[in-house]
């Protein structure tokens, strides 16, 4: 059973029209990630979550927001997306303590922005 | 230099060939090590985690030496199904919920 799971996992949209991404965990892990991959690129953390402790990497766009309302649930907003958007977007979660930092992936959103 | 690195590939090896990976960090205070498997279009998985010299898993085994700050990965007896990319991924800090360090994953594919 999926642990992890994001939706939608396929997501086209417009230049410049807002669009949001979702991610849920029934683990229960305190920490949730958002992470940009283009092809044939490493995963680029984007933010991150410890509770409700927002934390943004400091060369990511003001373009990228995201909220957490819960300890389940985690959205990334992209307000206004270009065309170097289009990417794979995918969200972890992790327990400190617990399996010393070992993060668990969502299937993924690929973005298409035509 | 970068946080993590890797050999790209593509490693091309016929079934049942031993293969070996090597990744290479900067951050000589990092704790923690992983070995993730990343299929195409698809999330990536964990394969394996090293938190002192090594750990082996069936065909697999991943090596950890501190001193020349390198990870590796062995896959014995390669099959189809081991085509992949494989992520070496390197926890920079001692406490949770901090940033991975990914390296852009080895290539390989495994041929009939």
């Known amino acids: 059973d999926a642990m992890v799971i994001q939706n939608p996992r396929y997501q086209v949209t417009q230049f410049g029209k807002p669009v949001t991404l979702s991610c849920s965990q029934t683990l229960n892990h305190n920490v949730m990630y958002w992470y940009q991959q283009k092809s044939s690129q490493a995963p680029k953390l984007l933010f991150h979550y410890y509770d409700k402790d927002f934390n943004n990497e400091a060369d990511t766009p003001d373009n990228f927001q995201s909220r957490r309302p819960n300890t389940s649930f985690c959205f990334l907003d992209i307000r206004s997306p270009g065309l170097g958007d289009a990417a794979m977007y995918l969200c972890?979660?992790?327990?400190?303590?617990?399996?010393?930092?070992?993060?668990?992936f969502g299937a993924g959103t690929r973005l298409s922005v035509l | 230099r970068k946080e993590v690195e890797q050999d790209p590939g593509p490693f091309n090896v016929p079934e049942g060939a031993t293969v070996a990976f090597n990744c290479t960090y900067s951050n000589s205070a990092s704790q923690s090590f992983f070995w993730y498997r990343q299929d195409c279009r698809k999330e990536p998985k964990l394969l394996m985690s090293v938190y002192s010299s090594g750990n082996e898993d069936g065909r697999f085994t991943a090596q950890l030496n501190r001193a020349s700050q390198y990870i590796s990965l062995l896959i014995r007896d390669s099959k189809l199904s081991d085509s992949a990319t494989y992520l070496c991924?390197?926890?920079?800090?001692?406490?949770?919920?901090?940033?991975?360090?990914f390296g852009k994953g080895t290539s390989l594919l495994v041929t009939p």
């Open positions: 991924v390197v926890n920079p800090a001692t406490h949770s919920g901090y940033a991975l360090n």
């Open positions: 972890a979660t992790s327990l400190p303590g617990q399996g010393r930092d070992i993060q668990y």
